[in-house]
Nanobody, 119 residues
Framework: QVQLMESGGGLVQPGGSLRLSCAAS????????MAWYRQAPGKQRELVAD???????NYGDSVKGRFTISKNNTENTVFLQMNRLKPEDTAVYYC?????????????WGQGTQVTVSS
């Protein structure tokens, strides 16, 4: 089992920045990818960014050029640096981890952290 602990959400003005963190603990061997998703009220959950164990990175179109995903392999932590935030970035942000154990895919989600962009 993998446990995920997110932090860093909050209220920020448009144009501001926030940094989210997600620390994985427990049985962390076999983690293949780490990602951030978000879900705004009345909308489907969408991919914000993901990063693989080989450091392949993918961003959602709406955040390209503004958000940066990174990770610390030693601490099993993934970060999301969010710059030039817009009101439409307001959502609950969820950390996601994909793990392969004995050739079986397992997926874990954090509890979510609220990001609100408003003046």
């Amino acid at each position: 089992q993998v446990q995920l602990m997110e932090s860093g959400g909050g209220l920020v003005q448009p144009g501001g920045s926030l940094r989210l963190s997600c620390a994985a603990s427990g049985t962390t061997s076999g983690i293949y990818g780490m990602a951030w998703y978000r879900q705004a009220p009345g909308k489907q959950r969408e991919l914000v960014a993901d990063i693989s164990s080989g450091d392949w990175i993918n961003y959602g179109d709406s955040v390209k050029g503004r958000f940066t995903i990174s990770k610390n392999n030693t601490e099993n932590t993934v970060f999301l640096q969010m710059n030039r935030l817009k009101p439409e970035d307001t959502a609950v942000y969820y950390c996601n981890v994909v793990q392969f154990v004995a050739f079986r895919r397992r997926e874990y989600w954090g509890q979510g952290t609220q990001v609100t962009v408003s003046s």
